[in-house]
């Protein structure tokens, strides 16, 4: 596997290839990142990892600073699945400058969610995405494997792939859970033993409200806001600070009028103890 550490060792390298398949992480990879490579090494004739702990998409007071860097047992989990190219810059080589060219996504999916509670969230990913499409893919168009748990920042990263003409095919891969059911995530690292064991908690929730959303299909009695503000209560009877529990339509986010009609999804983001963790489940 290549380690390349500047964009110009990194394009050079690339321009032998025809279509790169790119899993963009910030490092502390778990196996959720693992079948999106393999899913990678699958599409194009080159596959590429990065692993950049971008400060642009963390909020003051948030986790920048800690978050988890485990470089040497990242490469070795990445050369195990058959990584070709690791492109790994630091802050002064993909932000040469401070950063004030910003992509500004539409405030109608990046505002609503993640980006209420997490106000500039999109900004900082869509423009650290942008900048690392254009390294990766300077030479031809080619494929990004994105995993479904951030189901938001898939939708807004395909609209940003459609509006900004970017020759690049995004596709997904399904969220990777523990035998438990928990979704992998960088974070679960900070829970403690027991907050692990409740941490299944906010998958059960998310279940079980797709669950009742089946069953009630069809028959116009569903209460949306009753099963959202009951699940976000249930929640907070076992100690959780839940930001949202919601039923959506998959397409655009957009709060649920009628069950039934079309492709659904529920989202969940609720904080255990210090960590935050977020979910979804498509209906
Ligand atoms: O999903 C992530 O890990 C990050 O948001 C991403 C896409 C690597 C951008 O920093």
Redesign the pocket.
Known sequence: MLIARTVAQLRQHLSAYKKPAFV???GNLHEGHLSLMRMAKAQGDVSVASI?V?RL?FLPGEDFASYPRTFDNDCEKLRSVGCDVLFAPDEDELYPQAQSFKLLPDPALADILEGQFRPGFFTG?CT??LKLFHCVFAHSGGVAV?GQK?FQ?LLILRRMMTQLAMPVDIITGETTRAPDGLALSSRNGYLSVDERIEAVQLSMVLKSLAASVRVEAGSGRFDVTAAETAAMAGLRDRGWAPDYITLRYQHDLSPVTAVGSQPLVVLGAARLGKTRLIDNLVV
Do not use: A, L
Request: overall charge negative; glycine content about 0%.
């Open positions: 963009p992480t910030m950049f971008n998409q990913v650290v995405v994105f951030d920042q």
